[in-house]
Structure formats: structure tokens, C-alpha cells
């Protein structure tokens, strides 16, 4: 599904959350809220207790979402009917350490199971990835999504464009999640240094979105942007009844 998402002149919007958050069962509610409200894909975070990536506001998610019970066995039962109403691609995001606990491949099985298009699993390296688990991912049709960072070097970015099956997620600074400063004239040049690149996989932005002006300085020079702190705020200020109200602001119809 990732394949044909990217062949649309329009810029996509992804909303992050986390699994569990605010409620238990609130996972399978926000999802398909979401897909009503217009959004391009979702990226479901997999609560842990040490998300390396991740400000405050996801932080805090994550633990009152594991305080809650969710974990990923959970998560994956949550998600068993996903496929029989919502039909936008789904995205799980966490880390290495939760996948090992699973069993690699049982999770990737899992994950091809009740329909996950992809992972991003930050501190998974590229290199390990290609020698121990790319044919696990392919095997199971789930695509492996890298993180590239303004500090990340060429080579570096063209081995991870060459094994990427997604898209390139493109971290707008080294920063964690939920800077809600604008972009610099730096992070603009930095977005436009990769874009001309030519990059075979499609590139998404991600960290430090939160309203209309950052999105679209985000899309720029990519193809869509993600959302997150941004829209974890706003289910702790308005609930999961509200979501619409938040998605319309990006220009997207409820």
C-alpha cells in the first residue's frame, strides 16, 4: 500500500500517536477518527519505557499508556479487525528492544497478519538490519522506514535510500520530538540539500510539526510531513471526540 500512496501531486499528512493513549482502548478510535478525517497514514506508537527519540510529551504517552496495560500483544489484538473498516496505510513506530521481546519474526508475522504496512524502529541500524532481518521484512511484505538526520552522511543516506522499501523518514533536526519553534533557514537548506539528492524513495518530515506554516515549510522539499506531539496535546486538551477539528487546520476535510 506504501507503494501507491506517494503517486499523488498532493502533500500527505501523517498523525503519530500513541497505542493506549489516552485510554486503553482508544487505539482502534483515534484510527479510524483519523481515516474519516482525511489524514494520508497513520504512525501507531508502541509505548517503551525509554523512547531515546521522543520529548516530553510522547514520553509521558508512553507511560501512562503502559500504566494503562498496553503492551505489544495487546496492541496487536486491538488492531486483529483494523483491516474490515480502515484502509489507509498504518505505520507501527517503537524499538528494537519490544521486537526481540516478541521474537523478530513472530512480530513481522504478526504485523503482516492485521494489515501493518511498515516499521520505523529508530535504533534498529541499517547494517543490522540488512544482515540478520531485511528478508524477515520482505518476507512479510512490512517495509523497513530509516530515520536520516541533518548530521547523517551522504553515503550513509544512499545505503538507507537503497535498502528502504517506504519512504526516507527525514528528521528535521537532532533534536527530540515536539519542538514547537519554527523552522530555520538552516533545517530549510538541509531539506533541499536532500531533495536534490534524487533519492530514489519518496521523503517524509517529521519532528517539530505542529500547525499549518511548519507543515508546510516541512513539504517543501518532501512529499508529506508527520504530526505528533502536536496532536498528543490536543487529545489531552479535547479528547478523541475532536480530532476532526484538529486535522481541518492542515487544510484536510472532516
Request: some cysteine; glycine content about 8%.
Amino acid at each position: 500500500m506504501l507503494s501507491t500512496l506517494f503517486q499523488t501531486p498532493k502533500k500527505l499528512l501523517s498523525i503519530y500517536f500513541t497505542a493506549g493513549y489516552p485510554k486503553l482502548d482508544d487505539t482502534t478510535t483515534i484510527i479510524t477518527a483519523l481515516e474519516k478525517s482525511g489524514v494520508d497514514f497513520i504512525e501507531i506508537g508502541m509505548p517503551f519505557s525509554d523512547p531515546l527519540a521522543d520529548g516530553p510529551v510522547i514520553q509521558h504517552s508512553s507511560t501512562v499508556a503502559i500504566e494503562n496495560g498496553m503492551s505489544a500483544h495487546l496492541l496487536f489484538e486491538q488492531l486483529s479487525g483494523i483491516r474490515g473498516s480502515v484502509t489507509i496505510p498504518l505505520i507501527i513506530m517503537g524499538y528494537f528492544n519490544t521486537m526481540m521481546q516478541f521474537g523478530v519474526e513472530k512480530f513481522l508475522k504478526k504485523c503482516k497478519e492485521v494489515g501493518i504496512d511498515g516499521l520505523i524502529i529508530p535504533d534498529l541500524p541499517v547494517d543490522v538490519y540488512i544482515s540478520d532481518y531485511r528478508q524477515m521484512f520482505e518476507s512479510n511484505g512490512v517495509s523497513a522506514i530509516f530515520l536520516v538526520t541533518p548530521q547523517t552522511p551522504e553515503e550513509r543516506i544512499r545505503k538507507i535510500d537503497s535498502v528502504s522499501t517506504g519512504f526516507i523518514y527525514l528528521v528535521s533536526s537532532a533534536a527530540i520530538t515536539g519542538n514547537n519553534s519554527g523552522f530555520t533557514e538552516a533545517q530549510r537548506e538541509y531539506f533541499e540539500r536532500i531533495y536534490k539528492m534524487r533519492l530514489r524513495n519518496p521523503l517524509v518530515a517529521g519532528f517539530g510539526i505542529h500547525d499549518r506554516s511548519t507543515f508546510e515549510a516541512a513539504t517543501e522539499f518532501t512529499s508529506g510531513a508527520i504530526v505528533g506531539s502536536a496532536f498528543i496535546r490536543h487529545l489531552d486538551q479535547s479528547g478523541t471526540d475532536a480530532i476532526g477539528n484538529f486535522i481541518r487546520q492542515f487544510d484536510y476535510i472532516d
